[in-house]
Structure formats: C-alpha cells, structure tokens
C-alpha cells in the first residue's frame, strides 16, 4: 500500500500533497520528451500531484511536456507556472498565461506565480493576477524568490489581497530562510514551495545523508527530501526525467527521520545564527 503524502493547506483552504515535481530542464533534450512527461505521470499515479513550471523553462519546452503528461488526466493535477519579471505588466501578465496555457493544453492553471521581482510596480502584476483569476484562467496567485522584507511590501501594496504562495531556494545545504522567512510565512499562512531540494543534485551521495539513509533503508535524495516534509507549510518540488527516480523520490514520504537524524543533520548542515538575503538560483 501506498503511503499517505503529508499534505500543506493553501490559504482558501485546498489542500496539496507537500512532496510534487519540478520541472526545470525538462524540454532541453536532457531525457525524451516522452521520458520526461512518463515521469510525471508516475509521481501522478503516487498522488504527487503538484506540478512546477514556468514559461521561461526550455522556452515554454517544459509547459509542452507537462501539457503532453497531463492530457488524460488534468483534474488529478495541481499545476503551478510563472511568468517572467520582464513580462508582468498588467497587459503582459495576462498575454503570458495566455500563452502558457496553450502550451500547457488546458484552460486554467491551479497558481500562477511571479517568478522573481523586476521592474513591473507589484500592484499592476497583482491587478492582471486577479483579472485572471476573475475569467477562471487561474485559480490562485503568489511569488517566487521573495524575502521577508519583499513579502510585507508585497503585502503592503495588494491589501487586503494575498499571495498563495512564495517558491523560494531551500535545501539542507541552504537553510537561510530558516532564520527568519519560513517562521514569518507560517505565521502568515503562506505556504513555502521548495525549490532545488536536492541542491540540484549536489546534495546526492553526501556521506552524512547516505549513513542515515542506510538506517531507513533509502538513499541520500529520499533524506534530503525527508528533512524538508518535516517543516510545516512547506512543499517541496524535486525534479527528475526518470520514472524510477521520482518513484524513489516518494519514498521519502515513507520514513520518518528520528531526533538523532536531524542532529546529525544540523551537525552537517548547520541552521542560520544570523540574516542572510535569500539565495536564488
Ligand atoms: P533539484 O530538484 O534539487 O535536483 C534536480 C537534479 O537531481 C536533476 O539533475 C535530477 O536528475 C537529479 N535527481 C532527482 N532525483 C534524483 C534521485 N532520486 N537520484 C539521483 N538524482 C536525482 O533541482 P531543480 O530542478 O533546480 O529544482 C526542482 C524544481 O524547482 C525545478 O525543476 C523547478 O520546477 C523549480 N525551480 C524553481 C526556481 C524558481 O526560481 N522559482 C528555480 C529553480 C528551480 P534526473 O532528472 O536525471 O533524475
């Protein structure tokens, strides 16, 4: 039997499982297009639902994959894209998600997020998020790669409306938001989507990883990925373009890190002592 996915409530109060898939190179030729939306389908078929993409992955490539993947079963899906900061005027914002939708091969996408912060004044971005969500084109908006401090603004300039969502960098190996941007979104109800939780791969072999997930009978990506469902509010969205390695990326969700593992984990990977700006890659 399959294990349960530990779920994250989004403000409005849907509910998503806190393990989904990324989708970052996809598109690029790294795997076939075929391997690649095969491999969605197998995190689908284990309730990975959450898919991550963005316009500007493979150049609307990766949005053609996913669009390929979810074909024949669109409702099981959560799927989350963003548009480009050069992009998110009022008038830009809308002919972006017009376009990803094409790509993607449906009529709505679940959240749509800013990438990063450019130049567009947040309240224009803001105003084409809710002309959107109003023709049921998206069902919700948020952020991506916003410290605390862009988040008050952010929150400051769309009152009494707020993001759904932040996708920020977090990993073992990059804990700065731990300091202060993962405490402030959970007291403000905004989930967290990690980004890179394997560090790109970096973190694959690590020898601290690798002892502890000899205990648990897994391998160091399912530890890495382990740590992060710990953390309330907080989904995290591993890539692969292999159909055995998301399924391995599951089983993740099927241990439980002990005490003693997370101290062997803060030995290694020590938590922030002071503010940094959040990273982004
Ligand atoms: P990641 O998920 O940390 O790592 C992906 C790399 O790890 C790939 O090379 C993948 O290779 C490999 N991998 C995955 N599972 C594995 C396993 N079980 N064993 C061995 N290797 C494994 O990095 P990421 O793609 O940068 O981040 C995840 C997603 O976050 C992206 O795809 C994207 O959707 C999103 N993202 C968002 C932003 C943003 O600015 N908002 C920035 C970066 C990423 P294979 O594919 O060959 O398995």
Not at 62 to 70: M, N, P, Q, R
Not at 250 to 255: D, K, N
Request: hydrophobic fraction near 40%.
């Amino acid at each position: 039997m399959k294990a349960e996915l530990p779920a994250v409530t989004l403000p409005g109060g849907r509910q998503v499982p806190a393990l989904g898939l990324g989708t970052w190179h996809m598109g690029e030729g790294e795997a076939s297009p075929e391997e690649e939306a095969a491999s969605l389908r197998a995190g689908l078929d284990l309730g990975m639902t959450v898919i991550d993409t963005a316009e500007m992955y493979a150049d609307g490539g990766a949005e053609e994959v996913v669009g390929e993947a979810i074909k024949a079963r669109r409702d099981e899906v959560f799927l989350v894209s963003k548009v480009l900061p050069y992009n998110a005027s009022r008038a830009g914002t809308i002919a972006a998600c017009e376009a990803s939708l094409k790509r993607l091969g449906t009529d709505h996408i679940e959240l749509y997020l800013l990438h990063w912060r450019g130049r567009h004044p947040f309240s224009e971005t803001v105003e084409a998020f809710e002309t959107l969500k109003a023709q049921g084109k998206i069902g919700a908006w948020g952020v991506s790669n916003f410290d605390v401090s862009d988040m008050k603004e952010l929150l400051e300039d769309a009152e009494p409306l707020r993001p759904s969502a932040n996708q920020i960098l977090y990993n073992l190996a990059r804990r700065g938001i731990e300091f202060d941007l993962l405490r402030w979104s959970q007291v403000q109800g905004i989930p967290l989507m990690a980004y890179s939780p394997l560090d790109e791969g970096r973190l694959l072999g690590h020898p601290v990883l690798e002892e502890i997930g000899r205990i648990h009978n897994v391998g160091s990506a399912q530890v890495a990925l382990a740590f992060l469902l710990t953390k309330a509010g907080v989904i995290a969205i591993p890539k692969s373009g292999s159909p055995e390695r998301v399924r391995d990326n599951f089983r993740a969700s099927e241990i439980r890190l002990t005490s003693e593992d997370l101290r062997l984990l803060d030995e290694a990977f020590p938590p922030p002592t002071r503010k940094r700006p959040l990273e982004m890659i």
